[in-house]
T-cell receptor, first 112, second 114 residues
Framework: GQQVMQIPQYQHVQEGEDFTTYCNSS?????IQWYKQRPGGHPVFLIQ?????EVKKQKRLTFQFGEAKKNSSLHITATQTTDVGTYFC????????????FGTGTKLQVIP | NAGVTQTPKFQVLKTGQSMTLQCAQD?????MSWYRQDPGMGLRLIHY???????DQGEVPNGYNVSRSTTEDFPLRLLSAAPSQTSVYFC?????????????FGPGTRLTVT
């Protein structure tokens, strides 16, 4: 079945440093979603990318969708303690409709 | 709108007990799903529903049952709890329509089976 892997699994950064998480799919994706889960919370939708090579920005967050639509990345510039949490990517499942397969997640810890 | 609500927030069960995790949404979303989250495993799909009266299995359905009698509610039943079902359970919903839409998650139920 479809697999979506994320690296790294964990990342500790000093506040102010940059952070990047990478998402790789075993199959070509029609789109990719990103979610953030704060400690003790639930996943919250951040963004969806659809086009090959697409780049979208949300303040200090930059999201990219690869040219081959099999990988994606999330880059955070100058991390803040509010960025702490686990970041998940998710791609449409081959089963169709609204099913998605979530990546394994990257847990970000920001050291003040 | 309350969004997606889940009850209970926490639950402790003994092995062999059964229980139902409740999930409701007030956004008139057709698609609803249940995930379990275990450390290092991400979110794994248990069951999902594309509308009232229609359900299907996800990646890890064994030991769980669902039904969808209304658009709003999508309960998850544990038939005979096992320690391997200790996890955090999330319910999610999303609107219908062409393409894949963002999923709205409930606050989760933290289940411990002893």
């Amino acid at each position: 079945g479809q697999q979506v892997m994320q690296i790294p699994q964990y990342q500790h950064v000093q506040e102010g440093e940059d952070f990047t998480t990478y998402c790789n799919s075993s199959t070509t994706l029609s789109n990719i979603q990103w979610y953030k889960q704060r400690p003790g919370g639930h996943p919250v939708f951040l963004i969806q990318l659809v086009k090959s090579g697409e780049v979208k920005k949300q303040k200090r967050l930059t999201f990219q969708f690869g040219e081959a639509k099999k990988n994606s990345s999330l880059h955070i510039t100058a991390t803040q303690t509010t960025d702490v949490g686990t970041y998940f990517c998710a791609g449409p499942d081959s089963g169709g409709y609204q099913k998605v397969t979530f990546g394994t997640g990257t847990k970000l810890q920001v050291i003040p | 709108n309350a969004g997606v609500t889940q009850t209970p927030k926490f639950q402790v069960l003994k092995t062999g007990q059964s229980m139902t995790l409740q999930c409701a949404q007030d956004m008139n979303h057709e698609y609803m799903s249940w995930y379990r989250q275990d450390p290092g495993m991400g979110l794994r799909l248990i069951h999902y529903s594309v509308g009232a009266g229609i359900t299907d299995q996800g990646e890890v359905p064994n030991g769980y049952n669902v039904s969808r009698s209304t658009t709003e509610d999508f309960p998850l039943r544990l038939l005979s709890a096992a320690p391997s079902q200790t996890s955090v359970y999330f319910c999610a919903s999303s609107p219908a329509g062409q393409g894949v839409h963002e999923q709205y998650f409930g606050p989760g139920t933290r289940l411990t089976v002893t």
